[in-house]
């Protein structure tokens, strides 16, 4: 095994396939020593922010997850950064809209509803 891993080469190559922008994506990486510990910092495009993220978060989850385990080999400890826009920033932020409103859900129309089973 390597003496530390390339954990700057192993986030593009997990990132670059969620971005449509893959020359946009800049990483940092630190280390502390003595502490054996490892944060990273990623930027990329917002508009390839929502792919990026998943749905509720899912592929940057599975992402940190992947550079846990590999850090856990390495007995490191590794942090993933995310920077740009606020994650929990809405499109009606920018507008000066309210919150968004689901509507109701759909009936057939003139349709009953089906019967129930007992």
Do not use: C
């Amino acid at each position: 095994m390597a003496e530390k891993p390339d954990y700057e080469g192993l986030v593009s190559y997990l990132m670059k396939p969620f971005l449509d922008s893959p020359e946009a994506l800049k990483t940092d990486i630190e280390r502390v020593t003595g502490k054996s510990r490892v944060t990273l910092r990623v930027a990329f495009s917002p508009e390839d922010r929502g792919r990026m993220f998943g749905r509720g978060g899912r592929n940057i989850q599975a992402i940190r997850t992947v550079l846990q385990a590999t850090a856990a080999l390495y007995d490191e400890r590794v942090s993933l950064d995310v920077y740009g826009e606020s994650a929990h920033k809405s499109r009606n932020d920018d507008e000066g809209g309210g919150s968004r409103r689901r509507r109701p859900p759909r009936r057939g129309g003139d349709r009953p509803a089906p019967p129930r089973k007992k």
